[in-house]
């Protein structure tokens, strides 16, 4: 359970504008999601959608604007705001390497507060019990993803950020992924995502935003 | 005066200011060095020891010293550009390096005139000359990650960061390397202006080096004019500047 | 209790990735045995020239290590991962470097004793050139990691980095060569020790910040 908060956390952006060299990937972009929201961005291909994300996560800068998590603009160094948030980017955060198990626990020691000692009930909810010590590199594609999707169990945290999250995932992981955003946001969480495919995350509300749609 | 000072971070305003006063710079650098040349090329006495082979220094003291200067300039304008996210500042750094590259070149390259005539050999490992050498890879360097990148202000950034450990650097390299150089007991190579000059030999040497200085102006100004035009292509005065030249 | 688990999670890396940490090691080999190929095998030739040779071989070894020292995390994502970690990125990089010092830089120190015998370096002063090395190849990994940050994002940057690198480690081999040399001929090589450690301290200290900068400019596009 993510602890209440006295007043509704909401991420928003301001005027929000992003360029990528030449191109305005975003202009005075706005939104609001609150507690309990999802945020679906979409968009085609070199939209600006992994930029976008990555603008609110505070890897990337905008050029225009401001992103406000709570009110507060987002600092430089915000550690605060990066122990709230957990990442999935377009490549796992999976190190080859090692195997599920051992890539959970490298993941949890750059967390502020993980969850104790589940890494084999988080392994058996994301269908990789049977190849928890198997060095990521000899797993497929839907399996790694699926090594990825375990690291955002391993801490209650507010925000979901997940760039494509459902590249590589089979029917089956579509829906574990979809099962675990509706916790996720019952449990008073916010999740943004970016995605070409549509999500059914009834009853909880999901916003729209579309790049690439304006000059 | 702060307001200006704010005025001239805006591109536009820059351009025009830099537009008017890089013309009178790079005439009165001219003007100056040209009665430093005369200065310490045909009145200044020749020196005891070394005959009329010495006058070198009037090239050789300003460049080095102008290539330090410069490197100055660069860190502190990437400071200055990474902490208040000023593009200008980084375009004073960008073309700052270039610059400082071709003082540094110009001072080895006099440096090892002088050493051809005065002790028969075009080059000696002298501290100071070891030191400008290093300086021009630590300005190569910069040159090459400032335009490794696609994205300019990543570019920009990176390069930034470099110059600062850099500044950061030089005195220890500088400390190093002289240490070596009496370690190994190399010749003392004498490229400075010695405590018993007489004016008529180190006033021409001070009016270079504001020659120079004049010039550096001069010429950053009009490369960041050049720079601005660049960064800015696609904003609406730089297009009608464009259409009405 | 964090920082042990940071630890454990880059040297189980690296004992996994051995073949490929091993290359800098054998590359120092490799390089020190050219130059008695290169010159006259003489030994007193050697015996002048090998404080200068082994430590320029370990420069340049430690410096062609540093390009891995990002570049996997950069490309499987999990850099992205360490600068999105609420806690100190500067202390994960400090560890970063230091654990990928033990598993590149380290061999070399040791080896070192043995290329000293290749190359006729005086027994008794090898404890020096041991000693210098491990005050030095430290140093010379945190500046290559200030390089390794800021050419992460590139795809040729494994070229750049030394190139960038190279004249900022120059006080480095300076006082690393001097104290092996001084030792070698007998005298005392206390001073040129005591500067590579107060440029030790000083690397701990500062090359961190200078690091996560790198990294974060890096990876804001």
Same mark, same amino acid.
């Given at each position: 359970?993510?602890?209440?908060?006295?007043?509704?956390?909401?991420?928003?952006?301001?005027?929000?504008? &992003?360029?990528?060299?030449?191109? $305005?990937? $975003?202009?005075?972009?706005?939104?609001? &999601?609150?507690?309990?929201?999802?945020?679906?961005?979409?968009?085609?291909?070199?939209?600006?959608?992994?930029?976008?994300?990555?603008?609110?996560?505070?890897?990337?800068?905008? +050029?225009?604007?401001?992103?406000?998590?709570?009110?507060?603009?987002?600092?430089?160094? +915000?550690?605060?705001?990066?122990?709230?948030?957990?990442?999935?980017?377009?490549?796992?955060? &999976?190190?080859?390497?090692?195997?599920?198990?051992?890539?959970?626990?490298?993941?949890?020691?750059?967390?502020?507060?993980?969850?104790?000692?589940? &890494?084999?009930?988080?392994?058996?909810?994301?269908?990789?019990?049977?190849?928890?010590?198997?060095? $990521?590199?000899?797993?497929?594609?839907?399996?790694?993803?699926?090594?990825?999707?375990?690291?955002?169990?391993?801490?209650?945290?507010?925000?979901?950020?997940? +760039?494509?999250?459902?590249?590589?995932?089979?029917?089956?992981?579509?829906?574990?992924?979809?099962?675990?955003?509706?916790?996720?946001?019952?449990?008073?969480?916010?999740?943004?995502?970016?995605?070409?495919?549509?999500? +059914?995350?009834?009853?909880?509300?999901?916003?729209?935003?579309?790049?690439?749609?304006?000059? | 005066?702060?307001?200006?000072?704010?005025?001239?971070?805006?591109?536009?305003?820059?351009?025009?200011?830099?537009?008017?006063?890089?013309?009178?710079?790079?005439?009165?650098?001219?003007?100056?060095?040209?009665?430093?040349?005369?200065?310490?090329?045909?009145?200044?006495?020749?020196?005891?020891?070394?005959?009329?082979?010495?006058?070198?220094?009037?090239?050789?003291?300003?460049?080095?010293?102008?290539?330090?200067?410069?490197?100055?300039?660069?860190?502190?304008?990437?400071? *200055?550009?990474?902490?208040?996210?000023?593009?200008?500042?980084?375009?004073?750094?960008?073309?700052?390096?270039?610059?400082?590259?071709?003082?540094?070149?110009?001072?080895?390259?006099?440096?090892?005139?002088?050493?051809?005539?005065?002790?028969?050999?075009?080059?000696?490992?002298?501290?100071?000359?070891?030191?400008?050498? *290093?300086?021009?890879?630590?300005?190569?360097?910069?040159?090459?990650?400032?335009?490794?990148?696609?994205?300019?202000?990543?570019?920009?950034?990176?390069?930034?960061?470099?110059?600062?450990?850099?500044?950061?650097? *030089?005195?220890?390299?500088?400390?190093?390397?002289?240490?070596?150089?009496?370690?190994?007991?190399?010749?003392?190579?004498?490229?400075?202006?010695?405590?018993?000059?007489?004016?008529?030999?180190?006033?021409?040497?001070?009016?270079? *080096?504001?020659?120079?200085?004049?010039?550096?102006?001069?010429?950053?100004?009009?490369?960041?004019?050049?720079?601005?035009?660049?960064?800015?292509?696609?904003?609406?005065?730089?297009?009608?500047?464009?259409?009405?030249? | 209790?964090?920082?042990?688990?940071?630890?454990?999670?880059?040297?189980?890396?690296?004992?996994?990735?051995?073949?490929?940490?091993?290359?800098?090691?054998?590359?120092?080999?490799?390089?020190?045995?050219?130059?008695?190929?290169?010159?006259?095998?003489?030994?007193?030739?050697?015996?002048?020239?090998?404080?200068?040779?082994?430590?320029?071989?370990?420069?340049?070894?430690?410096?062609?290590?540093?390009?891995?020292?990002?570049?996997?995390?950069?490309?499987?994502?999990?850099?992205?991962?360490?600068?999105?970690?609420?806690?100190?990125?500067?202390?994960?990089?400090?560890?970063?470097?230091?654990? #990928?010092?033990?598993?590149?830089?380290?061999?070399?120190?040791?080896?070192?004793?043995?290329?000293?015998?290749?190359?006729?370096?005086?027994? #008794?002063?090898?404890?020096?050139?041991?000693?210098?090395?491990?005050?030095?190849?430290?140093?010379?990994?945190?500046?290559?990691?200030?390089?390794?940050?800021?050419?992460?994002?590139?795809?040729?940057?494994?070229?750049?980095?030394?190139?960038?690198?190279?004249?900022?480690?120059?006080?480095?081999?300076?006082?690393?060569?001097?104290?092996?040399?001084?030792?070698?001929?007998?005298?005392?090589?206390?001073?040129?020790?005591?500067?590579?450690?107060?440029?030790?301290?000083?690397?701990?200290?500062?090359?961190?910040?200078?690091?996560?900068?790198?990294?974060?400019?890096?990876?804001?596009?």
């Amino acid at each position: 359970m993510i602890e209440p908060m006295e007043f509704p956390s909401v991420l928003s952006v301001d005027n929000l504008s &992003v360029w990528r060299g030449e191109r $305005c990937l $975003c202009r005075e972009l706005n939104f609001r &999601v609150v507690t309990g929201e999802a945020l679906q961005v979409q968009g085609h291909n070199g939209a600006g959608k992994t930029t976008l994300i990555r603008v609110l996560t505070g890897l990337g800068r905008a +050029d225009e604007g401001e992103v406000r998590w709570r009110g507060e603009p987002l600092r430089r160094n +915000d550690a605060e705001y990066r122990a709230s948030l957990a990442y999935l980017g377009h490549s796992n955060g &999976v190190k080859l390497g090692l195997s599920p198990r051992e890539n959970l626990a490298a993941a949890s020691a750059l967390l502020a507060t993980p969850i104790a000692n589940n &890494v084999d009930a988080t392994l058996e909810r994301v269908g990789l019990r049977a190849h928890a010590d198997m060095p $990521c590199g000899m797993l497929s594609m839907g399996q790694r993803r699926r090594t990825a999707l375990a690291r955002l169990l391993l801490a209650h945290v507010h925000l979901w950020f997940l +760039d494509e999250p459902l590249a590589s995932l089979d029917m089956a992981g579509v829906t574990l992924l979809t099962e675990m955003l509706k916790a996720h946001l019952s449990g008073g969480g916010i999740a943004v995502f970016a995605t070409h495919q549509l999500l +059914d995350l009834a009853p909880f509300p999901v916003k729209n935003v579309v790049l690439g749609t304006s000059a | 005066m702060f307001v200006w000072f704010h005025k001239l971070a805006s591109p536009p305003f820059f351009y025009k200011f830099a537009d008017k006063l890089a013309p009178w710079l790079g005439w009165l650098s001219l003007l100056v060095i040209l009665a430093g040349l005369y200065g310490g090329l045909w009145l200044a006495p020749p020196d005891y020891q070394q005959g009329d082979g010495f006058r070198i220094i009037y090239v050789h003291v300003p460049s080095a010293w102008m290539s330090m200067f410069a490197y100055m300039v660069m860190a502190i304008a990437a400071a *200055i550009g990474l902490i208040w996210r000023l593009k200008l500042a980084h375009a004073v750094s960008a073309a700052a390096a270039p610059l400082g590259a071709s003082f540094t070149f110009l001072a080895l390259v006099t440096g090892s005139l002088w050493g051809k005539p005065m002790w028969g050999t075009y080059w000696v490992w002298d501290a100071r000359l070891t030191s400008e050498l *290093i300086l021009l890879f630590l300005y190569l360097g910069y040159i090459a990650l400032n335009h490794a990148f696609e994205d300019r202000r990543t570019g920009d950034r990176a390069s930034a960061i470099l110059a600062l450990v850099g500044i950061f650097n *030089i005195p220890i390299i500088h400390y190093s390397v002289t240490w070596w150089n009496t370690l190994h007991q190399g010749p003392t190579v004498f490229f400075g202006p010695r405590a018993e000059m007489p004016a008529s030999m180190y006033i021409p040497l001070f009016i270079m *080096i504001i020659g120079f200085m004049l010039y550096f102006t001069a010429f950053i100004l009009k490369r960041l004019q050049v720079e601005v035009l660049q960064r800015e292509r696609n904003t609406t005065w730089v297009r009608e500047l464009v259409e009405k030249s | 209790m964090k920082l042990t688990a940071l630890i454990e999670r880059d040297l189980r890396l690296a004992y996994r990735r051995r073949g490929e940490l091993a290359t800098p090691v054998i590359f120092f080999v490799i390089v020190t045995a050219l130059f008695p190929l290169a010159l006259n095998p003489e030994p007193t030739l050697l015996r002048s020239l090998a404080p200068g040779v082994i430590w320029v071989a370990a420069l340049l070894a430690v410096l062609i290590g540093q390009d891995s020292l990002f570049k996997t995390d950069y490309e499987d994502g999990s850099l992205e991962l360490m600068l999105l970690s609420p806690l100190s990125l500067e202390w994960i990089v400090l560890l970063r470097v230091f654990t #990928h010092w033990l598993a590149t830089g380290l061999p070399l120190v040791m080896l070192s004793s043995l290329m000293a015998l290749l190359l006729d370096y005086p027994m #008794h002063a090898v404890g020096v050139l041991v000693m210098s090395l491990l005050l030095g190849t430290p140093v010379l990994s945190f500046l290559g990691a200030v390089g390794a940050a800021l050419t992460v994002g590139l795809r040729r940057g494994g070229m750049l980095l030394p190139i960038l690198v190279l004249p900022l480690t120059v006080p480095v081999l300076i006082f690393g060569a001097a104290a092996a040399g001084r030792a070698a001929v007998g005298e005392p090589a206390a001073a040129p020790l005591y500067f590579l450690g107060a440029m030790l301290v000083l690397a701990l200290t500062l090359a961190p910040f200078a690091i996560t900068a790198g990294l974060r400019i890096s990876l804001e596009s």
